[in-house]
């Protein structure tokens, strides 16, 4: 011990197999472990509980309210907890002086299945007397409202223009309809992740989310989700029909099953649906990447393996330089199992380090890659199964490897070293 604590870098330099093949199981399974884990605790921040569904521009078969309920019912056997909604927006809505506002025709399980945040008030109720709307916080500046909104009267006058025209309180125009004001939220485009799971912050981001638009894997940018300028209503109040925009909300552990029951559900109802989930998520689920994860256990157990070679050699190359200090202790009384045990545990010792570093290492690694990973999901953490099991293996390995020569190497007579002169 003494000698491994007298040479501290040579140390760490002959445990550098044994760091690095730790390193190599742990890195790996510290950002699986904490972007799956990151994903479920913050499966509403993130989107990561979230199928969303469009028809292709230019489909002559639109989606509509009975694909809802159809979705519903299938969804009910398997997935009780799923939260199904539809939108029907139209933006030909304004605000005079202020620019486009769109009016969402929806259902009380949007608040749920888009994970909308509520600023004050409650979401709409479904065939309220008088009819029932919630805004979000820009349009309600947009709309010169310094106060709170709820309980005015929000109304829209189609027969101003060919744009509906929109106000908040005051005299309502006899041809307007109205609806009153109930809650406020906020704006989904203040989010910092996007509903394909891109952090805006990160960076390529951007390009990344342009290329899955041109693969047709990504929906193009939606305005009535991102500027904060909608006005959310009952659909039975608008008499809306056709669905522009259908939004699943399950379990993220079975979102990618979930996904495909909810596209063949619909195929079978003669639809051509376009289906996106969060695009890391769904990486992260896809079982293909526990198979990753077996093949750098592979690796680590050949690069462990090469390094318990250099460290039985180390221990061989060690015990001849230490020949005399050997027949010392065996000339003090030492016997040859004291001299094994001293040797072996040097060995193991050596390894422990470099596991404990690789750990280390791994964990380090990790952070640094999730870092420059342009997914909001993507985070690192500890991995505390696969760090056990890698230091286990490392140390457990270092035992057996080097018995042997430790064993060898206290094979030393005293004796046969006085007449050596050493």
């Not at 056997?77 to 769109?102: C, D, F, L, R, T």
């Not at 509903?195 to 899955?212: N, T, V």
């Amino acid at each position: 011990m003494a000698e491994l604590a007298r040479h501290p870098w040579r140390t760490v330099l002959i445990c550098q197999g044994i760091l690095w093949a730790v390193a190599l199981m742990v890195a790996p399974a510290s950002i699986l472990q904490g972007s799956r884990t990151a994903a479920m605790e913050r499966a509403r921040e993130l989107g990561t509980d979230r199928i969303q569904v469009e028809v292709e521009a230019g489909a002559r078969v639109l989606l509509e309210v009975a694909d809802l309920q159809s979705i519903r019912s299938v969804l009910a056997e398997n997935y009780p907890q799923a939260v199904v909604s539809g939108q029907s927006v139209s933006g030909n809505s304004a605000i005079e002086g202020k620019g486009k506002a769109y009016l969402v025709a929806s259902d009380e399980g949007e608040i749920a299945a888009r994970s909308l945040r509520l600023l004050e008030g409650r979401w709409f109720k479904e065939a309220a007397d008088p009819p029932e709307v919630v805004l979000e916080q820009p349009l309600v500046a947009a709309l010169g409202e310094s106060d709170s909104p709820i309980g005015q009267m929000l109304w829209a006058d189609p027969a101003s223009s060919s744009y509906r025209r929109i106000g908040l309180g005051g005299e309502i125009p006899s041809t307007a309809r109205s609806w009153l004001v109930v809650g406020v939220i906020r704006s989904p485009g203040e989010s910092k992740v996007n509903p394909l799971g891109f952090g805006e912050d990160r960076r390529f981001s951007g390009m990344i989310e342009s290329a899955l638009q041109m693969l047709g894997v990504a929906p193009v940018e939606a305005p009535w989700m991102t500027r904060g300028m909608s006005l959310h209503v009952d659909r039975a109040s608008m008499k809306a029909s056709p669905v522009d925009w259908m939004v699943v909300s399950v379990d993220p552990s079975r979102v990618n099953s979930a996904r495909v029951l909810v596209e063949e559900t619909l195929i079978r109802r003669g639809k051509a649906p376009l289906l996106y989930a969060n695009a890391a998520w769904s990486i992260l689920a896809s079982p293909e990447l526990d198979g990753y994860l077996v093949l750098h256990d592979v690796f680590f157990v050949v690069t462990v393996g090469v390094g318990l070679l250099v460290l039985i050699n180390l221990l061989l190359l060690t015990g001849r330089r230490r020949r005399g200090e050997v027949g010392l202790r065996r000339a003090e009384g030492a016997t040859r199992a004291d001299i094994f045990w001293q040797f072996l545990w040097e060995g193991v010792l050596i390894s422990l380090v470099g596991a404990i570093l690789g750990v280390a290492v791994g964990v380090l690694v990790a952070h640094l890659r999730a870092g420059l990973d342009p997914s909001a999901v993507m985070t690192a953490t500890l991995p505390w199964k696969t760090a056990i099991e890698a230091v286990l293996i490392a140390t457990t390995g270092a035992a057996i490897a080097c018995a042997a020569p430790a064993w060898a190497v206290s094979d030393v007579d005293p004796a046969l070293l006085l007449r050596e002169g050493r």
